[in-house]
């Protein structure tokens, strides 16, 4: 049997364990998934403790993914990019560190028949998702990257490491200025998520006329209100379950060498969502 898990606090309401347990099963592989809910000040015992059990690797959540590189033997290129690290694989006490949220996420968009190539994109948020989500839009040859956050400073920090992406405050007139500039919309932070269901970064319907598609990487509920909203003004939308599958089917993947039964996957999670 293989030990695998999650790491970040809290953990309790995380669907990695369902999803990856079920495709474990599905590819009739000995393999076991767990979480475990580390504070910040157990990360450095945490990470050491993967190697002393010979865990096979773990996913890595908030707020430990920047933490976490400095107790790495080896970091991706990607991951360093992004500043975080979302899965280590461990090879016998080598630890390795990947992010897994830059191509799931742009492996979702695909799925979702975005393209963003030569598109004005607004990002709200500036933390760890954002990250790897600037990123990715980077990648995909995004024209422009708005990125709007509550703490300016903080959506400054990171519109500096790229060209194309400039920095805005929450502030409502400014907001709707750049989505009257904008094709896109992707929210990034917390906002809407169960149980806080009822906040928002506050568009109204009539305020994305001129979005074609809204992608919110909230997944429970699976229709948060700003994407309520997208529906009523008549955009694409979607939330973040394809974003969690695809990040979760590359963990799955370095851990175990084999391709990733994807539709397990979504189909535990769909399941889980009626309950
Ligand atoms: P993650 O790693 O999941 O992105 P994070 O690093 O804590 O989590 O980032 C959360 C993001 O949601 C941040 O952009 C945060 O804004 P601040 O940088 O100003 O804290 C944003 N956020 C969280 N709660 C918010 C709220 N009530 N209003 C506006 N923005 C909020």
């Known amino acids: ?10 953990v309790e309401h995380s669907l990695s364990k369902i999803m990856q347990n079920s495709a474990f099963k599905e590819m009739g592989l000995d393999y076991e998934y767990k979480l475990f809910n580390i504070p910040r000040e157990k990360l450095a015992i945490a990470v050491e403790g993967i190697r002393l059990f010979g865990l096979r690797g773990v996913n890595v959540t908030v707020p430990h993914k920047t933490e976490v ?4 033997d080896e970091i991706t290129e990607t991951a360093t990019l992004c500043e975080a690290v979302n899965t280590i694989v461990n090879d016998n006490g080598k630890l390795k560190g990947y992010n897994t949220d830059f191509d799931g996420f742009k492996e979702a968009l695909h799925f979702h028949n975005f393209n963003v190539a030569g598109r004005t994109i607004l990002v709200l948020g500036a933390g760890g998702a954002a990250r790897a989500i ?8 995004a024209a422009k990257i708005i990125i709007a956050n509550r703490t300016l400073e903080k959506a400054e920090q990171l519109a500096s490491h790229f060209q194309n992406a400039k920095a805005i405050n929450m502030d409502v007139a400014v907001l709707k200025e750049s989505l009257n500039a904008s094709h896109a919309v992707i929210n990034t932070t917390t906002l809407g ?5 009822n906040n928002s970064p506050i568009f109204k319907a009539e305020d994305l006329a001129n979005i074609s598609f809204v992608y919110d990487i909230v997944y429970n509920p699976a229709k948060t209100t700003l994407l309520l909203e997208a529906e009523k003004a008549g955009c694409g939308f979607a939330n973040g379950m394809e974003m969690l599958i695809r990040q979760g089917a590359k963990s799955f993947s370095l851990w175990t060498e084999c391709q990733a039964p994807i539709d397990t996957m979504r189909k535990s999670l769909l399941l889980e969502e009626t309950k």
């Open 193 to 197: 998520m169960y149980p806080n269901i």
């Open 69 to 72: 590189m400095q107790y790495l």
């Open 134 to 141: 600037v990123a990715a839009l980077k990648d995909m040859k």
């Open 1 to 10: 049997m293989e030990s695998l898990g999650l790491i970040g606090h809290p």
